[in-house]
C-alpha cells in the first residue's frame, strides 16, 4: 500500500500528477473539517474542565458564598474577599511558608539535578545506567506513600535519621513535630521524589550541546571549571530555565504530605497555599475566600512564569 | 525497534546510542579521579534507594522489632503479617480493582485523545494553529489546586460526585499528553503521510495505520507518565468521592494512616504503601527505557 516510501523520489511526482489547484483547496477544506473533528474531545475537556472552571474561581471569588447552598445564593462582595484574605495573618503565613519551601526546593533541586546529570552523562563510567534508574525510580511512587516512608524516616524514637544523629553525638531535631524544623523537612520529601525527573530533562539538555565546543575549548586549554562555566551552563540555560519553572509549579502544589501528617501545623508552620485553600473550602466551607486565595495564586504564578520567560529572552538576544 | 523509528528520530534515540569516532576529544573535560566518580555515581545509586529500604525492612518487621529504639537495619524475625493486617483493616483489593479502573481508563482515554490532536498539532496548517497549541500547553502548568472550588461544584451540579464518572471526567485529556505527541509526529516525516493520503486513505486511517505504529515510543511513554499520575493522584478523588468503597488505593492509604496513628501499626502503615506503590513500580522497571528517553524528549525543544 505505501510502495512510495520505500521511494521518497516517487512521493513528489505522485502528488504533482495528482495534486491541480481545486484539488488543493478541497483538500484544505476536508483538513479543515478533520481538524475539527481530532481536536474536538482535547478541546472539549480543556475547555470545560480547565478554561471554564478558571473563569468561575474568579466569579465565585467576588462573592460571599459557602458550598453548602445552592450557588444562586452566592452573594455579590466585590473584592472584600481579597482583602480580608490579605488581612489573614494565616493566609500571609501561607504565603510565607509557601514561598519558603518553594524557593528551598528549587534552590537545592536545580544545582543538584545539573551537577548529578553532568556526573551521569559525561564521563564514561560504569553504573551510570543503573543510577539513572535509581534516581528516576522515586518519580512514580505516589505521595501518599512517599509521606508515609518519610514520615517513618523521620520518627522521634524508631526512626533511621535520630538514630544516626544519636550515633554521632548531635542531639537530633524533632523534624516534622517542632515547629522550627516541620517545614524544613518537608522540603526533602519533594526532592526525593522529584531529583531524578529533573536531572533526566538536564541530561536531555546535556545531548543538545555540540561535542565540537568542547573539543575547540581543549585545544585552547579549557580546563573543568572553565568548560563548564563558558559552554555547558550558558548553553543549558533554556533546559535550566526549564526545569526551574516546573520545579517551582510542582513544589507549589504540595498537599499531600501537609494533609495526612501535620494539617498545616504544628502552630500553623506547615501551612501552605494548598492546604490552605482545601481548608478554606472544604472544611470551613468559605468557597468565595477559597476561590480568592485560588486565583490569586494563578495570578502571582503566571507574573512569575512571565519573569522567567522574559529573562530568558531578553538574555538569548 | 524498528530501524525506521531509530532513523526518523535521531533526537530522541541518541542519549543511548554510543558517540561517534572523536567521542574523546568532544566531550566535556572531566578529570576527577576514577575513585571520585565512583564514589559519586554510588551516592546517586545508594541515597535515592536507602527509603525504599527503609520501607521495605520496616514492613517486614514485627512490632517488637518496629518499635526497637535505636532502630534495627534489618529485620530480624521477618514476617509478611503486617501485609495481611493491612489487607484485613482496610478493603485493599477492591481499592486496588478500583485504582485500576480509573487510572487504566484515564489512560486510555488520554493516549488516544491526545494522539488525535497531536496529529492535527505537528501536520495540519491552519491559521491560529500555534497560538492554540500553546495555549492548551500552557494549562499544564496550572496547578489543579487553582481550579478545585469550581470543578467540584460542576461534577456535583452533574449528580456526579461520589461516583468513578465524576473522578474520570476531567481526566479524559491532558496538555502534557497532547505536547508529547506533537513532540514525537513532528518527527514523523511529511511524505509518509502525503503519499498515504494520494493513495486515498482517510485521516483516521492515516493515523492508525500509518503514524500509531511509529509512535509506540511516544504511547508507552505518555502511556507510562498518565497511568504514574492518575494512580497517584490523589487530592481530586478525595475531593469527589464520600463512600470508601469507591476509594482509589492512595486513598485507601491515607485511610489505613488515619485509622493506625499509634506507633505500633506503623509497620501495617508501612506495608500498605509498599503494596500502594508496586504497580507503578512495576510498570516502571518494565518501561524505563523508553519512557526515561521520552520524558528526555520533551524537555528538548520544550
Known amino acids: 500500500m505505501f510502495a512510495s516510501v520505500q521511494s521518497p523520489a516517487l512521493a513528489p511526482a505522485h502528488r504533482r500528477y495528482v495534486g491541480g489547484r481545486g484539488m488543493r483547496r478541497s483538500r484544505r477544506l476536508r483538513q479543515g473539517r478533520w481538524a475539527a473533528i481530532l481536536l474536538s474531545p482535547t478541546m472539549a475537556i480543556v475547555v470545560c474542565f480547565i478554561f471554564a472552571p478558571i473563569g468561575l474561581t474568579f466569579w465565585i471569588s467576588l462573592h460571599d458564598w459557602s458550598m453548602l447552598t445552592p450557588i444562586t445564593q452566592m452573594k455579590w462582595v466585590g473584592l472584600s474577599n481579597y482583602r480580608q484574605i490579605f ?8 504565603l510565607v511558608n509557601t514561598a519558603i519551601y518553594v524557593g528551598l526546593v528549587v ?6 539535578a545539573t551537577m548529578i546529570g553532568m556526573l551521569l552523562y559525561f564521563p564514561k563510567h560504569r553504573g551510570r545506567g543503573i543510577a539513572r534508574t535509581a534516581l528516576f525510580s522515586t518519580y512514580v511512587i505516589p505521595t501518599v506513600a512517599v509521606a508515609i516512608v518519610w514520615g517513618a524516616l523521620y520518627g522521634p524514637s524508631s526512626g533511621p535519621f ?22 524544613v523537612s518537608l522540603v526533602a520529601f519533594n526532592i526525593w521524589q522529584m531529583l531524578g525527573y529533573y536531572t533526566v530533562l538536564v541530561i536531555a539538555g546535556l545531548t543538545q550541546i555540540p561535542g565540537e565546543l568542547y573539543e575547540v575549548a581543549r585545544v585552547d586549554g579549557a580546563g573543568f571549571i572553565r568548560q563548564t562555566f563558558s559552554i555547558t551552563l550558558p548553553l543549558l540555560r533554556r533546559t535550566i530555565t526549564f526545569v526551574v519553572l516546573i520545579a517551582l509549579i510542582n513544589a507549589v502544589q504540595v498537599f499531600d504530605p501537609v494533609y495526612l501528617l501535620t494539617q498545616g501545623g504544628p502552630i500553623n508552620s506547615t501551612n501552605v497555599i494548598s492546604y490552605d485553600i482545601q481548608r478554606t473550602a472544604f472544611q470551613y466551607g468559605l468557597a468565595g475566600q477559597a476561590s480568592a486565595m485560588a486565583f490569586s495564586l494563578l495570578v502571582l504564578l503566571v507574573a512569575i512564569a512571565g519573569i522567567l520567560l522574559g529573562l530568558l529572552r531578553r538574555r538569548s538576544s | 525497534m524498528s530501524g525506521l523509528i531509530t532513523t526518523s528520530m535521531p533526537g530522541a534515540m541518541s542519549a543511548k546510542e554510543p558517540r561517534p569516532v572523536q567521542a574523546a576529544k568532544r566531550r566535556h573535560v572531566f578529570r576527577f579521579s576514577k575513585l571520585f566518580i565512583s564514589v559519586a555515581i554510588g551516592l546517586v545509586i545508594l541515597l535515592p534507594l536507602f527509603p525504599l529500604y527503609w520501607l521495605v525492612i520496616s514492613s517486614l518487621k514485627n512490632p517488637q522489632d518496629f518499635l526497637k529504639s535505636p532502630p534495627t537495619w534489618f529485620p530480624a524475625h521477618p514476617t509478611i503479617s503486617p501485609f495481611k493486617e493491612a489487607f484485613n483493616a482496610i478493603p485493599f483489593a477492591h481499592a486496588f480493582l478500583n485504582s485500576f479502573f480509573l487510572a487504566g481508563t484515564a489512560t486510555i482515554s488520554v493516549v488516544v485523545t ?39 461544584w460542576m461534577i456535583s451540579r452533574l449528580g456526579l460526585s461520589d461516583s468513578y464518572l465524576g473522578v474520570l471526567l476531567p481526566w479524559l485529556a491532558n496538555a502534557f499528553g497532547v505536547f508529547l505527541m506533537r513532540q514525537f509526529m513532528a518527527d514523523v516525516p511529511d511524505e509518509l503521510i502525503d503519499a498515504a493520503r494520494v493513495d486515498g486513505a482517510s485521516e483516521l486511517r492515516i493515523l492508525w495505520r500509518v503514524v500509531a505504529p511509529l509512535m509506540r515510543p511516544a504511547i508507552v511513554t ?13 487530592l481530586w478523588p478525595l475531593t469527589v468521592l464520600q463512600s470508601s468503597t469507591k476509594y482509589p488505593v492512595v486513598l485507601a492509604l491515607a485511610q489505613l494512616l488515619s485509622f493506625n496513628m499509634s506507633a505500633q501499626y506503623q509497620n501495617v502503615v508501612l506495608a500498605g504503601a509498599l503494596v500502594a506503590s508496586l504497580p507503578t513500580i512495576i510498570v516502571f522497571l518494565f518501561a524505563q527505557r523508553v519512557f526515561v528517553q521520552g520524558i528526555a524528549k520533551t524537555g528538548v525543544k520544550g
Open chain 1, 107 to 112: 534552590a537545592l533541586t536545580v544545582p543538584l
Open chain 2, 114 to 152: 491526545s494522539m488525535m490532536a497531536g496529529y492535527v498539532f505537528a501536520k495540519y496548517r491552519f491559521r491560529g494553529r500555534d497560538v492554540l497549541f500553546w495555549v492548551i500547553v500552557a494549562t499544564m502548568f496550572m496547578p489543579p489546586i487553582v481550579t478545585l472550588v469550581p470543578l467540584y
Open chain 2, 222 to 234: 505518555l502511556g507510562v507518565f498518565a497511568f504514574v499520575y492518575y494512580w497517584n493522584n490523589f
Open chain 1, 162 to 183: 535520630a538514630a544516626m544523629l544519636k550515633a554521632v553525638g548531635i542531639p537530633a531535631p524533632a523534624f516534622l513535630s517542632s515547629p522550627s524544623t516541620a517545614l
Open chain 1, 87 to 94: 488581612d489573614d495573618p494565616i493566609f500571609r503565613s501561607a
